[in-house]
């Protein structure tokens, strides 16, 4: 059983930056597809950006490119969102997501495993 478990998060200023986290726990991290997701107050969920199982490829929203930078150590099991210049409208909670057969989907339902989600929120 795969455990994903986030940290980081919280209130910053716009224009500010925050680093989430997510370690696992159990499976085979090395090989799997891992992406952030965020979710507001009555929209859906929606992809934020991936890594590959290879790190070595990713894939950002628009809405963040330039901005936010996804990362992961393999030895440490854990995959990093960092996110820098932030915006009022990057206020969400974000989540954290494995893909068990290593690619990048960008819809949910295509992900086997769920952070808990960590809040963050940008005021103005």
């Known amino acids: 059983q795969v455990q994903l478990v986030q940290s980081g998060g919280g209130l910053v200023q716009a224009g500010g930056s925050l680093r989430l986290s997510c370690a696992a726990s159990?499976?085979?991290?090395?090989?799997?597809?891992m992406a952030w997701f965020r979710q507001a107050p009555g929209k859906e969920r929606g992809f934020v950006g991936g890594?590959?199982?290879?790190?070595?490829?990713?894939n950002y929203a628009e809405s963040v490119k330039g901005r936010f930078t996804i990362s992961r150590d393999n030895a440490e099991k854990t995959v990093y969102l960092q996110m820098n210049s932030l915006k009022p409208e990057d206020t969400a909670v974000y989540y954290c997501?494995?893909?068990?057969?290593?690619?990048?989907?960008?819809?949910?339902?295509?992900?086997?495993?769920w952070g808990q989600g960590t809040q963050v929120t940008v005021s103005s």
């Open positions: 890594i590959r199982s290879s790190g070595v490829i990713t």
């Open positions: 159990g499976g085979t991290f090395r090989t799997y597809g």
């Open positions: 997501a494995a893909e068990t057969s290593g690619y990048l989907y960008l819809l949910p339902h295509e992900y086997d495993y």
